[in-house]
């Protein structure tokens, strides 16, 4: 296990970081942790399409009063804005590290969120069926079995539930764009967060959804315009994409 400190105006915290048997994605976002609620650093991208991902999941299934589970939920971005949005907010990561900023985080946005260190499969295995809503988005690329943590999710939600997922189509302009272009020439990202062969197709998502049970609700794509640096949702699911799943 190895340690590290960062100053915040609260004072120093202490990262506990997993050491080198710890899978690489994982080991990379937690060196880039105490980052992660700077909206100028390489966390910048979730900053930005965060309000459309929140409006997406709250204008299908309604966040207000629902109990939601944040796979993934990294620095609490997007489980903040859930819990911002009336939600009762459960949060889980493997690293330490981002959990350790997102309860930081927490204590100065007041709000009610319990983070807790696991995978979904664990959850899934202690509260099968105990979520309204469970969102996994911007991390099925970066796992080694992504239709095992589909599988866990279905089991996570009531019957008449909500999955959302995004992740990143599999093809050459996915490649060029999420690859070339967002870490080597605008330096959106930094360079090696992604792998292009764990990229996913939508096909390749909507079939491991329907083996766990789940049948595709909404499918839509989010694209980003460099020169006006913003992003928007629509039809293309070419690079990114959002998907909403319910009990088929």
Not at 45 to 73: E, F, M, S
Not at 108 to 129: C, F
């Amino acid at each position: 296990m190895k340690v590290a400190t960062i100053e915040t105006p609260r004072g120093t915290i202490r990262l506990e970081l997993f050491d080198g048997n710890c899978p690489k994605t994982v080991a990379n976002f937690e060196k880039l942790a105490a980052r992660w609620w700077d909206p100028e650093s390489e966390f910048k991208p979730l900053h930005d399409i965060n309000p459309l991902r929140l409006d997406y999941i709250d204008r299908l299934a309604g966040l207000q009063g629902k109990r939601v589970l944040d796979v993934g939920c990294g620095g609490g971005l997007l489980t903040e804005g859930m819990a911002a949005r009336g939600a009762d907010v459960t949060g889980i990561d493997m690293g330490n590290a981002p959990l350790t900023v997102a309860r930081l985080h927490q204590h100065e946005s007041g709000l009610d969120i319990d983070y807790r260190q696991a995978t979904a499969e664990q959850l899934a295995s202690e509260e099968p069926g105990g979520f309204d809503i469970v969102t996994c988005l911007e991390m099925l690329e970066h796992t080694p079995d992504p239709a095992a943590v589909i599988g866990a999710c279905a089991r996570l939600i009531r019957d008449d539930g909500y999955i959302f997922l995004s992740t990143i189509n599999r093809n050459p302009k996915s490649w060029l764009f999420a690859v070339v272009g967002a870490e080597y020439i605008l330096n959106l990202l930094p360079r090696g967060t992604h792998e292009y062969e764990k990229f996913i197709r939508p096909s390749e998502m909507e079939a491991w959804s329907r083996a766990a049970g789940l049948s595709l609700e909404d499918l839509s794509g989010m694209s980003y315009n460099p020169l006006t640096r913003e992003y928007r949702l629509g039809s293309d699911v070419s690079v990114n994409y959002l998907a909403c799943f319910r009990r088929a």
